[in-house]
T-cell receptor
Framework: DAKTTQPTSMDCAEGRAANLPCNHSTISGNEYVYWYRQIHSQGPQYIIHGLKNNETNEMASLIITEDRKSSTLILPHATLRDTAVYYCIVFFSGSARQLTFGSGTQLTVLP | NAGVTQTPKFRILKIGQSMTLQCTQDMNHNYMYWYRQDPGMGLKLIYYSVGAGITDKGEVPNGYNVSRSTTEDFPLRLELAAPSQTSVYFC??????????FGPGTRLTVL
């Protein structure tokens, strides 16, 4: 699985959009970009994933660059409950595989 | 749907004791996983299963055993508990989309 690079920490004002970047320059053509978050030692929570196209669901939007070497997770209206560690994971689909959680980005939403 | 449930939430064991961590999913997923997360660290895969009756080792299987007699259940057995097994244990499952959904975790302390 390709390696990912994320900033260690970010702050965001409550109600504003939180934009979390991720670099995955060695991603291969059939690897997906997944985003999870973990709130204070709770179980990791799936947010969104994509292959090439931008994706949106009820939680977030995922923007993947055309060359697929980087992506951005967007939380459109951050709340205090979105404070968590966010993990960008590149994952080869199609079989049971270990998710490799790197260091992630600690997002702190400020009141 | 309850998703992935784990019991117990917390447990304290003495060195040398044994216990079984329970995991159940109600999403009819074929794949199930056991991870451990040490303080401040990422998740490491212990064992996984691709279906009833089929299990395989992950990155850190020593000191653990698993079984998968039904689609829903994937218990993790600790034999002869050691302080190094103090950790938070997460069970996860995935279906056709390969997205892994996690349980709330079991916090285990071995003294």
């Amino acid at each position: 699985d390709a390696k990912t690079t994320q900033p260690t920490s970010m702050d965001c004002a409550e109600g504003r959009a939180a934009n979390l970047p991720c670099n995955h320059s060695t991603i291969s053509g059939n690897e997906y970009v997944y985003w999870y978050r973990q709130i204070h030692s709770q179980g990791p929570q799936y947010i969104i994933h994509g292959l090439k196209n931008n994706e949106t669901n009820e939680m977030a939007s995922l923007i993947i660059t055309e060359d697929r070497k980087s992506s951005t997770l967007i939380l459109p209206h951050a709340t205090l409950r979105d404070t968590a560690v966010y993990y960008c994971i590149v994952f080869f689909s199609g079989s049971a595989r270990q998710l490799t959680f790197g260091s992630g980005t600690q997002l702190t939403v400020l009141p | 749907n309850a998703g992935v449930t784990q019991t117990p939430k917390f447990r304290i064991l003495k060195i040398g004791q044994s216990m079984t961590l329970q995991c159940t999913q109600d999403m009819n997923h074929n794949y199930m996983y056991w991870y451990r997360q040490d303080p401040g660290m990422g998740l490491k895969l212990i064992y996984y299963s691709v279906g009833a009756g089929i299990t395989d080792k992950g990155e850190v299987p020593n000191g653990y055993n698993v079984s998968r007699s039904t689609t829903e259940d994937f218990p993790l057995r600790l034999e002869l508990a050691a302080p190094s097994q103090t950790s938070v244990y997460f069970c996860a499952s995935s279906g056709r989309t390969d997205t892994q959904y996690f349980g709330p975790g079991t916090r285990l302390t071995v003294l």
